[in-house]
Each structure stands twice: as structure tokens, then as C-alpha cells.
């Protein structure tokens, strides 16, 4: 019997079970460890997900903007499919990021939702590489929609020192919490944020790394079959 071709990599399967060890570790010293804060009471624990979820939505777009720099230059499908992926999971991740924000604002702020320049610029960086997964999504994968979504990808990713320092620059309503400047952490808060911090570290890495090994795989049976169908005509004619 021939062995199996689609055997998970060494390197996704270790990563994949850190990511479990982690999560195990996070959720029990963001329940068990971690104080409940004394205003905003349990939903404050919502800090210790949405926070590490924006830095992962930063790191899954600057992968999106690298992997378009690449294939723009390199035309080459590793690099393409590190875009697509990085542009996905960092959309993922903005969408955890929009989704505990506003849950955490109802508290905080009696508000769901407020034009404040934080949350604006980052629903912004979100409709940017949605457009890109819609177009790399529905308009196909010529070369033609490629370059076209490498341009949005690379115009997202100039967003991300704008949501970063919107706060300092135009102020607002969105809290500085972990710096000393918002009065900093309780010392048995931190734990729980470093811990999420490696998490959300690990799972964007596996995520992006699964997506990309997957995108290029679609890209080259596509190759294939566009050649299969190429040398069919020629024998045809």
C-alpha cells in the first residue's frame, strides 16, 4: 500500500498542539487566575481576548502586504498564497476585534458603538482586505485580479500606524490601558495577557501557515489544469 500524500507536516502538527496547550493554559489564568476588575466586573476579562486578537489582525495583514510586495515582484504562487492567507486570517481577526469591542463599549461607554478613531479606522483596515478576499474570492485567480488585490493589500496595510496611533493623534473615547500612561495592569493581570499574547501568536502562525500551504496547492492543480486544457486543444487542432 502506497503511503499517504497528505499527511499533516511535522512542523503544523507540533504548532497545532502548542496552540492546545495554550488555550488551556490562557482560558485558566483569564478565569482562574486573573481578578475580576472592580468597575466593569467580569466582562472586563473580555481585555484579555480582544486585545490579543488586534495584534493579531496586525500581524495577519502585514503578512497579507508582504506576500503581495513578493508576488508583485516575483510573480511567483508561495507568494500569492502568503497574501491571501495573511489577508483572511488577519480578516478573522479584525472581526474578533470588532465583535468583543463593542461588547466591552456597552459597558464601558453605555454604547455599542461610537465613530471614535480607533474603532473607525480599523472597521476601515477590515473593509480594505475584505475586498481583497471578495475579489480574490469571486473575480478569480487571473493575473489580472491578483495584481489588483496585491494593490489593496499593500494600501491596507498603511492603516495599521493609523489605527495604532489614532488614539495619541486625534484622542477619543478608546482606553490606553496597558501602559503606564492608562494607569498600567494589576500584577496578576498580566499572566493572563502575556498568555493570550503567546496564543493568538501561535494561532495566527498555524492559521496562516495551514491557509498559504493550502492556497498554494489550489494554485497549482489550477496551473495544471489550465496546461491539461491548453495541450487538449493543441491535439484537438
Do not use: N
Not at 506576500?67 to 491571501?84: I, T
Not at 498554494?216 to 492543480?221: K, P, S, T
Amino acid at each position: 500500500m502506497a503511503p499517504s500524500t497528505t499527511r499533516l507536516p511535522t512542523g503544523i502538527a507540533l504548532l497545532g498542539a502548542l496552540t492546545s496547550v495554550l488555550v488551556i493554559a490562557t482560558l485558566w489564568a483569564v478565569f482562574a487566575h486573573a481578578p475580576v476588575e472592580r468597575q466593569m466586573g467580569i466582562v472586563q476579562k473580555i481585555f484579555y481576548f480582544h486585545v490579543p486578537s488586534a495584534y493579531a489582525m496586525y500581524v495577519g495583514f502585514t503578512l497579507a502586504m508582504i506576500g503581495s510586495v513578493g508576488h508583485l515582484w516575483k510573480r511567483q504562487d508561495k507568494w500569492d498564497a502568503l497574501a491571501v492567507a495573511g489577508a483572511e486570517v488577519g480578516l478573522l481577526f479584525c472581526a474578533i476585534v470588532l465583535i468583543t469591542g463593542p461588547l466591552w463599549a456597552r459597558k464601558a461607554w453605555g454604547v455599542y458603538w461610537t465613530w471614535d478613531p480607533r474603532l473607525t479606522t480599523t472597521l476601515l483596515a477590515g473593509m480594505v482586505f475584505a475586498a481583497f478576499v471578495v475579489l480574490r474570492s469571486v473575480g478569480g485567480a487571473g493575473e489580472a485580479e491578483k495584481r489588483f488585490a496585491s494593490g489593496l493589500g499593500i494600501v491596507g496595510f498603511f492603516l495599521l500606524p493609523v489605527i495604532h496611533y489614532s488614539v495619541q493623534r486625534w484622542r477619543g473615547q478608546h482606553p490606553t490601558v496597558i501602559t503606564r500612561a492608562g494607569g498600567g495592569l494589576h500584577p496578576d493581570m498580566r499572566p493572563a495577557l502575556w498568555l493570550g499574547f503567546a496564543l493568538f501568536t501561535a494561532l495566527v502562525a498555524l492559521l496562516v501557515w495551514a491557509r498559504a500551504r493550502a492556497e498554494q496547492a489550489r494554485l497549482g492543480l489550477a496551473a495544471l489544469e489550465t496546461e491539461a486544457a491548453a495541450q487538449g486543444l493543441m491535439e484537438d487542432a
